[in-house]
Each structure stands twice: as structure tokens, then as C-alpha cells.
């Protein structure tokens, strides 16, 4: 199973175009971060963990020709507003996408994309299939995914894991009883909005903390804002077990 980051940013702190902070200016690739979001490949199956601003882009850099399904984490606009360009998709296998999320986010992608569920369908619109996220594990074309519940301050959202991969975007919290099903994870993404504490997402500490409890063989932190630093400088300051993501990696998950 292939891992790909397709995005390691996030809206969060003051937008690029208005900074001109040494992150922002940086002429590091690894600094370039477009929206989280991450695939999930394998010989039969390629999955997308949520769908952001930067999705077609996303998309065309990496040369995805084929995507089966989407998975949400939740329903925040960094995380949603490509969604109109799975129209691409849509054309190529000549049906409508699966989109697996919770019955809320189900009721904000209908408010959002009010045009895809209305009752006159206008010719060419994405065509999307809502799926509902049970609580339990659930397959999508022979991958088990187990849904593992986080808070993003006070609202509920998912993680997931995938075999030996688990991916957390977003949060701040991770209640005991999900983090019994993470353990024994060997390879863990999870975020880490900046190194000051936030109210709403991992600090790098928190998250260098989280992952040591969690103990996976490797660690990689996403949802990182230009608040952060650069990233030659961070990853001076980590583990060796715990890597600072970029755009455009991947990893190969071994059972």
C-alpha cells in the first residue's frame, strides 16, 4: 500500500499572500504546502482522504488518472471545496464518486454543493455518491478501514486506519478509547499545526507526545501552518522516528 501526501498545509494563521515571513518566502520546495489531504494506493484501489481548494492541482502534479472514492475527516472548507472537480473523474468512469463521510458532513456537502442534489440535474454538474461512515470498520473495494474518532476543539471528527497506517488530521484530542485502536500502528500521520499551543489542533510538542504514547515505527506531521518555521530547520529539531511531511512524499506501508 502507497501512501502519498498530497498536501501538507493549512489555511490556518495569516494567508501567503499577505506574508512575507521567511516560511512563505522560502525557495524550498518542502515549504510549499498546498492543503492537507493524502492517497491511499493500492494494486486494485486508490483512495483520497478529503478534498481541499488545491484538489485538481493535487491531482494533476501527482498523475492520478483513476480514483475509486473519497473519505472525509469532516466538513471544513480546507477540506471540501475541491469537490467540484471530481467531475473529472466522473467522465472517465462514466458513474458518480463514492463519498464516504458522517451523516453531518453529509448535511454541509448538500448545503455547500446544493446544485449536485438538487432535483433538476443540470447537464455536467459532479456527480457524488454519499456514503455514510459507520462506527465500526467498513471496506471500500477490499480495504478495511476502521474509523477512528478525534476532536478539532469541540467538534467530532474521524481519523482513520488503514492495516498498519493510521492518518489524523485536525485535532487537538484523541479520547482513550480511539486511541486503543491505534496502537500497534506502524506507520502514524498526524498533525501539527505549529509549535505555540492552539486551541484547536496539535501542537508540535502535543504531537511529539501523542506519537511517542502511540509508539509507531515512523511518524509524520501534517497540517503544518508557516507559523511552524522552515522546515530544514524543524527537522533538524525531531526524532529520528518522526519526520516533518511535504508535498509530493510517499511511503510504501509493509504489513
Known sequence: ?????????????????????????????????LRTSALIETDETTLLIDAGPDFRQQMLREHVKKLDSIILT?????HIAGLDDVRAFNYK??????????TRVQGALKREYSYVFSEFQYPGIPKMR?????????????????????FHYRLPIYGFRVGNFAYITDANYIPEESKEKLF??????????????????????????????ISPKKAYLTHISHQMGLHAEVSKELPPEIMLAYDGLSFVCNE
Open 1 to 33: 500500500m502507497k501512501i502519498t501526501f498530497l498536501g501538507t498545509g493549512t489555511s490556518q494563521g495569516v494567508p501567503v499572500i499577505a506574508c512575507d515571513c521567511a516560511t512563505c518566502c522560502s525557495s524550498d520546495q518542502n515549504d510549499k504546502r
Open 74 to 78: 469532516h466538513e471544513h472548507k480546507d
Open 130 to 150: 454519499l456514503i455514510s461512515i459507520p462506527e465500526h470498520s467498513f471496506t471500500i473495494k477490499g480495504i478495511q478501514i476502521i474509523p477512528i474518532r478525534v
Open 93 to 102: 468512469s462514466q458513474d458518480a464518486i463514492d463519498i464516504y463521510s458522517e
Open 184 to 213: 500497534g500502528v506502524k506507520y502514524l500521520v498526524i498533525n501539527a499545526l505549529r509549535k505555540e499551543k492552539h486551541m484547536s489542533h496539535f501542537s508540535l510538542r502535543e504531537a511529539i507526545d501523542t506519537i511517542r504514547e
